[in-house]
C-alpha cells in the first residue's frame, strides 16, 4: 500500500481536482512560491500554468472578493492563505460577504469556494505568525471549517470541500506536512459530516483534532498502559460539529476531554462540552479541556513549550479525571 | 435616449412612492434612496445585455431596475415580503435577480467592488464578451478595498468597469473632509487604468464616455472607471431632506434639484423633437401604473414563512 505525506495529500488532491474540472483556478498570495506553502504546491505551476494559479499581490481583502465574484459567476476557486494570520485582513469579505450573500439574497448566490488556510504554529514565530482561527470561524454562520489529522482525509476530504456547493475553509497545520499513512491513488471523498472514531474505549472519551490528534494517539497509548481505555475521536469537521458521534461516546464512557488547538474562551472545547451538558449526559467526573491559554503565542521556544499542549499535558489531564496523578 | 429617459423616470417614480410608503410606516426596512441620481445607472445599463453583470450598494434601486431586473419582486423585497427577490431575508439592501445578471448588493460599503472583479476574471477565462460594472459611491473609495481591486483589475487586465456615482456624501460628511484630494479620478491615476470625470447628471455626456469604456471593456478586456459627479436629493437613509441637521445647505439642495437628470434629458430630446409634452406625459403614467401594480403586489405579498427561517444559508 502506498504512501503519502500530507503535503503530498494535499498536492494530489490539487493536480487531480485540477485536471478534472478546468473551472478551477487557485488564488492566493505565494502559492507559486517555495517559501510559503511546503510541498503542497508541486507540480502545479508547471502542469497549468499563470492562468489558473493566481500569485497575487498581498492584498488579502481584495482578492478574497475577487474569488466570490469568480465563484459566483462559474469559476471553481482556491483561494489560500498561506498563515492564517493574514485572513484578518479578508475578515470583512469572509464573514460579511462569504457568509452572508446567499442567505441575504434568498438563497440565489450560493458560493462554490474553497479556501485553504495553513496554521503555522511553533517555531518561534511569536504571535502573528502562529495563530489557529477555527474557533474564530466557527461561530460565523454558513462557514463550514474542516481540519484534517491525516494525509487520508487531506485527500478525502480536500475534494469532498471541491465538490460543496457553499464555502468550505480547509484548515491545515503545517506540522503535519510531513507524517504519512496509507492514501489511495484514485479519486475518493470523505464525508464532511462525520467526525472518526479512531480508537474505541470504554473509560473516557478524549475529542482531539489536526495536528493534536498524534499527540492524543500518543497519550492514549500510555494511558493504557496505566490501564485507561481511552476512547478517541478525530473531530475533523469543526462546523457542523458531529454530536452525535461524540455525545454516543459519552454516554457510555460517562467521561469528557475535549483536546483543541485554539483558545479556551469561547472556542471548540468550550461548545463541545457545553452540548454535552445541554443533552443532559450525567458525567461522572468534571469534563476537561485542554486549549491554549488566552493568551497571543509568545515567541521564545521555552514558553512555546508551556504555551501549546503536548502528549504530557494530555497524560496529566486526563488522570485527573481518574483521580490520579502521573 | 428615449429608453433612458423611460428608465430614468421608472427609477424616480418607483422612489417616490417607496419614499410615500416609508412615510406611512409600511416601509420599515432601511432604505436608500438614489433620487437625483437616476442619469447614471439609466445610462450606462444602455450599454448592457442580460448576459452582462452588475454588482451593487445600499443605494442600489436604480442598478437593478435599470439592469432590468423584476419590479414587482424588487418592490416586494423592499416590503421584506415571501415574493421579493430575496425571499423577504435581505430587505432593500440585499437584492438580487440573476435572471438579467444583477448580481447583489451589499450593505457594507466597497463590499462587492473585488467581487465584481473576480466576475471579470470568470469572463476573461471563459472568453464570453460580458462585462462587469460595479456600481458605488464616493464613500466606498475612503476604502482600502477600492485600491486594492482597481489594481487587481489593471494588473490582470480584466472587463470591468467601477462606476463611483460621488454624490459628495458618506452618510453625512463630504469628500473634502474625508479626503487629501477629492479627486477619485485624480485620486486613482497612479495604477495606470482609463478613467474620466463626468457630469453625473447629464445623460448625454454619461452616454458619450460610457459606451467608450464599455467597448474597451468588451474588445480588450480593458478596465476603466468612471466617476459621475452628482448629489443625492434626500438624506442617506429615508425619505428626509436632511436640511436641518447641519452638513448641507438648502441652496445646495436647491442647485442640484434645477440640474436634474430627467429633466436635463427631456429637454434635450424635446428640442430634437423626439419627444413632446404629451408623450411625456403618458409615459409617466404608464410607469405610474406599473409602480402602483409593484405596491399592491407588494403589499397583499405573504410574509415569509418562518419554516424557512433556516433555508438558503
Known amino acids: 500500500m502506498r504512501k503519502l505525506k500530507f503535503s503530498a495529500a494535499i498536492n494530489e488532491a490539487q493536480h487531480m481536482a485540477m485536471i478534472n474540472n478546468s473551472d478551477i483556478i487557485q488564488i492566493g498570495q505565494g502559492i507559486n512560491s517555495p517559501f510559503y506553502v511546503g510541498q503542497t ?10 492562468e489558473r ?3 497575487t499581490p498581498l492584498s488579502e481583502s481584495a482578492i478574497t472578493g475577487m474569488a466570490i465574484g469568480a465563484a459566483i459567476t462559474g469559476l471553481r476557486p482556491i483561494l489560500t492563505f498561506p498563515r492564517m494570520d493574514f485572513m484578518y485582513y479578508s475578515m470583512d469579505q469572509i464573514c460579511n460577504h462569504i457568509s452572508t450573500f446567499n442567505y441575504s439574497l434568498g438563497g440565489n448566490s450560493p458560493i462554490p469556494l474553497l479556501i485553504r488556510a495553513i496554521i503555522n504554529r511553533k517555531g518561534e514565530q511569536g504571535a502573528q505568525h502562529s495563530q489557529a482561527l477555527h474557533g474564530l470561524f466557527m461561530h460565523i454562520p454558513g462557514l463550514t471549517i474542516i481540519m484534517p489529522s491525516n494525509s487520508f482525509d487531506a485527500k478525502g476530504m480536500f475534494l469532498a470541500a471541491l465538490e460543496e456547493e457553499n464555502p468550505v475553509i480547509f484548515i491545515e497545520d503545517s506540522e503535519l506536512y510531513q507524517e504519512e499513512c496509507v492514501v489511495p491513488e484514485e479519486y475518493y471523498i470523505v464525508d464532511l459530516k462525520k467526525a472518526k472514531v479512531t480508537n474505541e474505549g470504554d473509560d473516557i472519551t478524549m475529542v482531539s483534532s489536526s495536528v493534536l490528534l498524534s499527540k492524543s494517539k500518543d497519550a492514549l497509548i500510555e494511558l493504557k498502559k496505566m490501564g485507561i481505555n481511552v476512547e478517541l475521536i478525530d473531530l475533523r469537521i469543526i462546523k457542523p460539529i458531529d454530536f452525535e458521534t461524540i455525545l454516543n461516546s459519552v454516554k457510555k464512557t460517562k467521561k469528557i476531554i475535549v483536546v483543541d488547538g485554539g483558545w479556551s474562551t469561547a472556542g471548540v472545547a468550550s461548545e463541545i462540552i457545553s452540548m454535552v451538558a445541554i443533552k443532559g449526559i450525567r458525567l461522572s467526573n468534571p469534563p476537561i479541556k485542554i486549549t491554549l491559554p488566552d493568551l497571543p503565542a509568545p515567541a521564545s521556544s521555552v514558553l512555546e513549550e508551556a504555551y501549546y499542549p503536548n502528549t504530557a499535558k494530555i497524560i496529566t489531564e486526563t488522570l485527573k479525571n481518574f483521580n490520579r496523578n502521573l | 435616449m428615449i429608453k433612458i429617459l423611460e428608465k430614468m423616470l421608472l427609477i424616480r417614480i418607483f422612489e417616490e412612492m417607496v419614499a410615500e410608503n416609508i412615510k406611512k410606516g409600511e416601509i420599515k426596512c432601511p432604505v436608500h434612496l438614489s433620487i437625483g441620481q437616476e442619469g447614471i445607472s439609466a445610462t450606462i445599463c444602455e450599454f448592457l445585455n442580460d448576459k452582462d453583470y452588475v454588482f451593487s450598494t445600499h443605494r442600489n434601486h436604480g442598478h437593478y431596475l435599470a439592469k432590468g431586473g423584476n419590479l414587482n ?6 416590503y421584506c415580503k415571501e415574493t421579493g427577490c430575496s425571499n423577504g431575508k435581505g430587505g432593500s439592501m440585499h437584492v438580487i435577480d440573476r435572471s ?3 448580481m447583489g448588493s451589499s450593505a457594507i460599503v466597497s463590499g462587492t467592488i473585488p467581487i465584481a472583479v473576480g466576475a471579470a476574471l470568470t469572463i476573461k477565462r471563459h472568453n464570453t464578451n460580458q462585462v462587469s460594472v460595479a456600481f458605488f459611491g464616493d464613500g466606498a473609495t475612503d476604502e482600502g478595498i477600492f485600491y486594492e481591486s482597481i489594481n487587481l483589475s489593471v494588473l490582470y487586465n480584466l472587463p470591468v468597469i467601477f462606476v463611483c456615482e460621488n454624490n459628495d456624501f458618506a452618510t453625512h460628511l463630504p469628500n473634502r473632509m474625508r ?7 485624480e485620486r486613482i491615476n497612479g495604477f495606470k487604468i482609463n478613467s474620466k470625470n463626468v457630469d453625473g447628471n447629464n445623460p448625454i455626456e454619461i452616454y458619450e464616455v460610457a459606451g467608450e469604456m464599455i467597448e474597451r471593456a468588451r474588445k480588450n478586456c480593458a478596465p476603466s472607471l468612471l466617476e ?3 448629489y443625492r436629493w434626500l438624506s442617506h437613509a429615508g425619505y428626509w431632506q436632511d436640511l436641518d441637521v447641519g452638513y448641507r445647505r438648502k441652496e445646495d439642495v436647491e442647485f ?6 430627467i429633466k436635463y434629458l427631456y429637454n434635450y430630446l424635446k428640442l430634437d423633437q423626439k419627444i413632446d409634452e404629451n408623450q411625456f406625459e403618458l409615459m409617466k403614467t404608464e410607469i405610474r401604473k406599473k409602480v402602483t401594480d409593484a405596491v399592491l403586489f407588494a403589499r397583499n405579498s405573504r410574509s415569509p ?3 424557512n427561517l433556516d433555508k438558503g444559508l
Open chain 2, 100 to 102: 438579467v445578471n444583477f
Open chain 2, 73 to 78: 419582486r424588487l418592490m416586494a423585497e423592499i
Open chain 2, 179 to 185: 479626503q487629501s484630494n477629492i479627486s477619485v479620478t
Open chain 1, 41 to 50: 504546491m508541486v507540480g502545479l505551476l508547471d502542469r497549468f500554468g499563470v
Open chain 2, 256 to 261: 442640484w434639484m434645477n440640474k436634474c437628470p
Open chain 2, 228 to 230: 459621475c459627479t452628482t
Open chain 2, 305 to 307: 414563512n418562518i419554516l
Open chain 1, 53 to 55: 494559479l493566481i500569485d
